[in-house]
């Protein structure tokens, strides 16, 4: 490099370099690519050509991209008149001694050393780079923090540490940030010892899904904040990556969803009541209908006695002058025709109060009542099927807060599987027992019928389960009497054995 003197200062000329490059492998690659936008100052480097035996090689290949000469020969180079050096970046033992041994005198030979060294240049552009990404992550993270500052978000590296997190975040879980940086997401917020997962085996971590699959989750978990109340967050993990693609740190964004979700619950609650309502109904249409075919029955024979007495009765008043015995008969008759009517209108009044859709209302009544309804509409079904019916109810006013529609469709529902589960005759029992320590009476419906078996047993009282054939049944019955009980604060229970029968056990508590 040659030096021209000023007056006041020194003058460095740029010196013109003429180099061929022998090994067109990936240093190669990078030291064109860094010449092509790059410059070194006060030096001009052309490269006249480049070898490899490789013609993939990405040195190469970049090389003919350029326009720059290549060859599988390293003697082609040497016909460059104006070439000053030849730049080895083989790292070959045998190709370095014989581009020494075979060089034109004017030729000078950069060797290995120069190529470690443009080796390491290059390795410390990839750190750089590195560097940078990291920079770039870092701006990301803080800018997403700034941008989303109304919602809880924490930074999380892969081992759980919290790296960052914002004021909302640390409001939720109570800490300072000097507290929370560096703890353990399950430490800060949880108090636990060791990541969910391990805790609590059946809790599902958003960041875990995120490490496992390199994409978005979310999940809502619940919390109890400071004052012990139930809080709901909706969770969603987002991965950072490198730029191999390795995940390095998850944001993990928090919401709460308490006010939303509480809403979502009631409307929800409101829906399954209204649904519930709508089932009771229907259910009682049905039984009503099971109902009438059957007292149609019964209302029919005492109608044709009626008529009996009435000839009878006729006949004797045709007479001008009856006798005693014939006004006892006729007293008689009156009686029984009395007793017959009302006997009809007890039946005809029944099936009218059960067809009416009364709006649900929870008052004392006496559960005694509810069950007496139900067999006097029952009782003449059972008859006609050979069904002997037994009852032990407990005696006197049983007290319990109800609605009387859905409990005597609780009951009825109960009644009518006992009976079609005995299609060639049986014995249903209904016994009542005041049960002292848990101030509950407790309701045993009995039948000695075919019986459930253990595959169908769970299932009995899920919504349009049914072991009937098409038309038989809706499978609505067993769910409107399992939810009727628990909207009454009771409990169910069943017993069954195949070939034997079954048992429904319901337990109300005992009004005050």
Request: with cysteine; glycine share 6%; proline share 3%.
């Amino acid at each position: 490099m040659d030096t021209i003197n000023h007056p006041n200062k020194n003058v460095l000329k740029t010196l013109s370099l003429n180099i061929a490059i022998v090994g067109g492998g990936r240093t190669c690659r990078f030291f064109l690519e860094l010449l092509q936008v790059n410059s070194f100052p006060f030096l001009d480097i052309h490269i006249l050509g480049v070898c490899d035996i490789n013609p993939n090689a990405e040195g190469l290949v970049i090389a003919k991209q350029m326009g720059i000469f290549t060859t599988n020969n390293f003697r082609d180079l040497f016909d460059f008149k104006n070439l000053d050096s030849i730049l080895e970046l083989t790292n070959s033992k045998d190709v370095l001694p014989e581009l020494i041994k075979l060089r034109p005198k004017r030729v000078s030979i950069l060797e290995h050393n120069i190529g470690r060294f443009l080796r390491s240049f290059f390795m410390m552009s990839q750190q750089l780079k590195s560097v940078e990404h990291e920079v770039i992550l870092e701006k990301m993270s803080s800018d997403f923090l700034i941008q989303h500052s109304n919602a809880a978000i924490v930074v999380l590296n892969t081992n759980f540490e919290i790296v960052e997190a914002n004021e909302a975040y640390l409001k939720i879980v109570g800490k300072s940030k000097e507290d929370a940086i560096g703890g353990y997401c399950y430490e800060i917020y949880y108090g636990l010892k060791s990541p969910c997962s391990m805790s609590r085996p059946s809790f599902k971590c958003p960041m875990m899904e995120t490490m496992k699959t390199s994409k978005s989750a979310h999940v809502i978990h619940e919390y109890h904040d400071h004052d012990h109340q139930p809080t709901y967050s909706n969770i969603v993990t987002y991965p950072l990556k490198d730029q191999n693609g390795e995940i390095i740190r998850i944001i993990e964004l928090w919401s709460d969803i308490t006010q939303e979700f509480s809403t979502r619950w009631e409307k929800r609650t409101e829906e399954l009541k209204s649904d519930l309502n709508r089932m009771v109904q229907e259910d009682r249409m049905i039984s009503l209908g099971k109902l009438v075919a059957s007292c149609v029955h019964e209302i029919n024979n005492p109608i044709q006695g009626l008529l009996v007495f009435s000839d009878l009765m006729q006949q004797i008043l045709k007479k001008e002058t009856p006798t005693s015995e014939e006004l006892v008969e006729f007293r008689q008759h009156l009686s029984l025709m009395s007793s017959e009517l009302e006997r009809c209108g007890n039946i005809v009044s029944g099936l009218l109060s059960f067809s009416r859709d009364k709006s649900l209302e929870y008052k004392d009544l006496n559960i005694n009542d509810v069950l007496e309804s139900v067999l006097t509409l029952t009782r003449h079904k059972m008859k006609l099927q050979n069904i002997k019916l037994i009852t032990d109810l407990v005696p006197g006013i049983i007290i319990v807060r109800g609605d009387t529609n859905r409990l005597q469709q609780c009951m009825l529902n109960l009644i009518f599987n006992a009976i079609e589960a005995m299609p060639n005759g049986g014995e249903l029992k209904i016994i009542s027992k005041i049960d002292e320590p848990d101030k509950s009476i407790r309701i045993m419906v009995k039948d000695t019928g075919l019986g459930i078996s253990k595959k169908n047993l769970n299932h009995i009282f899920d919504p349009f389960f049914t072991t009937k054939e098409e038309g038989q049944g809706t499978g609505l019955g067993l769910s409107i009497v399992y939810g009727v009980t628990k909207n009454h604060g009771g409990k169910i229970h069943v017993e069954s054995t195949i070939g034997k029968g079954t048992m429904f056990t319901l337990s109300y508590p005992v009004a005050s």
